[in-house]
């Protein structure tokens, strides 16, 4: 359940995963599935493939992503 006080804030993580945490959806690692649910998205600085998501993207994406989130406030 979303505090009112804190639902416009939004929680983003950008990380390396040196581990590959992140790389595959299915089977998930813990780290993914909290990234998943827990998180507005998160951006992943590798040159590593993975197994992108709404939520999990190569940091490539992120200026892209946040245009569109800046752009949505407006």
Do not use: C, W
């Not at 416009?8 to 040196?18: G, I, L, N, S």
């Not at 998205?41 to 999990?56: F, L, P, Q």
């Amino acid at each position: 359940m979303q505090d009112e006080v804190t639902r416009h804030v939004k929680v983003y993580f950008v990380t390396p995963d040196e581990d590959g945490t992140l790389t595959t959806k299915d089977p998930a690692k813990k780290g993914r599935a909290i990234v998943e649910i827990d998180t507005d998205g998160s951006y992943v600085m590798t040159e590593a493939e993975i197994e992108e998501s709404n939520k999990v993207k190569l940091f490539e994406h992120f200026i892209d992503d946040l245009k569109k989130l800046i752009g949505n406030k407006k």
